[in-house]
Nanobody, 127 residues
Framework: VQLQASGGGLVQPGGSLRLSCVAS????????MGWFRQAPGKEREFVAA????????QYADFVKGRFTMSRDNAKNTVYLEMNSLKAEDTAVYYC?????????????????????WGQGTLVTVSS
């Protein structure tokens, strides 16, 4: 299984970016996917999660109303649309796959729930 994240870059405060994560190597129909981030000197934290089946989502409080996670089942790809970016959103963003069926939202907020991780893509918000 491979997860390939892309779309990071340098953006000014208030700007937007869209991250993508392409999954390959197995069927993901019953999985959930998550985005986490790790800022310099800080621990990795939960950003958002989505269920492949149905597309329901959950977000960390600090991104609600600004970030939107979506998926394209046909392309085995998940996206993270990030708007109104702030300097504190600067981090390496990782996508991850949970291959166990039916994880609760509580579990999907935990890093240990996920079986596979992408390599990360750097988002820098700066003027």
């Amino acid at each position: 299984v491979q997860l390939q994240a892309s779309g990071g870059g340098l953006v000014q405060p208030g700007g937007s970016l869209r991250l993508s994560c392409v999954a390959s190597g197995r069927t993901f129909n019953n999985d959930a996917m998550g985005w986490f981030r790790q800022a310099p000197g800080k621990e990795r934290e939960f950003v958002a999660a989505i269920r492949w089946s149905g597309g329901s989502t959950q977000y960390a409080d600090f991104v609600k109303g600004r970030f939107t996670m979506s998926r394209d089942n046909a392309k085995n790809t998940v996206y993270l649309e990030m708007n109104s970016l702030k300097a504190e959103d600067t981090a390496v963003y990782y996508c991850a796959s949970d291959t166990s069926y039916g994880s609760t939202w509580y579990r999907l907020r935990q890093q240990r729930t996920y079986d596979y991780w992408g390599q990360g893509t750097l988002v820098t918000v700066s003027s």
